[in-house]
C-alpha cells in the first residue's frame, strides 16, 4: 500500500504537511508530530475510526517521515527523514538505531548522538552555531 492513504487521512485529521521532502526519498514530512506520537494517535484513534487492518494499510512504504524526526546535515542543509537515517548503512553494513550519522549527500560525520545520547533537534544546535535563518 502507498503512503497516500496515510496523507489522505491526515489531512482529513487537520495534519499539514510541509514543502519540505527528504532527500533521499523526497517525500514531503508531516508537520508538527513526531513518529511516537503519531504512532499514538494510529492506535488510539485512527486504526478504528478508518477501519484499518493492519499498520501496513496506514503507514505504507515510508512510515516515518515527521518533520519533528528529520535529520538536518549541519554541512549541506540537506533534510533527511527518519526512516532515511535507519536505511543508512554503517561501515560495517548494518542499519538502524545510529550514535552518530553520516550525511549521505556531502558525507559529513554528525555526532549530536554521542554527545548526549538523543539527537538534540536542529533548531537548537543551528541556535547555538549562530546559522538558524
Sequence with gaps: MSTQLMIEILSKEGFTFTD?????CYENFINNICFHKL???????LAKKYNMQSEDEFFGDNPVRCYNDRFEC????NVLC???????????GTTGDKEEIRCPICRTLDIRGRLTFNLLPTELLLDIKGLNK
Design 20 to 24: 519540505k521532502e527528504c532527500c533521499v
Design 74 to 77: 549541519f554541512t549541506c542543509r
Design 39 to 45: 504512532c499514538k494517535l494510529y492506535y488510539n484513534l
Design 82 to 92: 527518519d526512516t532515511c537515517i535507519q536505511n543508512i548503512q554503517d561501515e560495517n
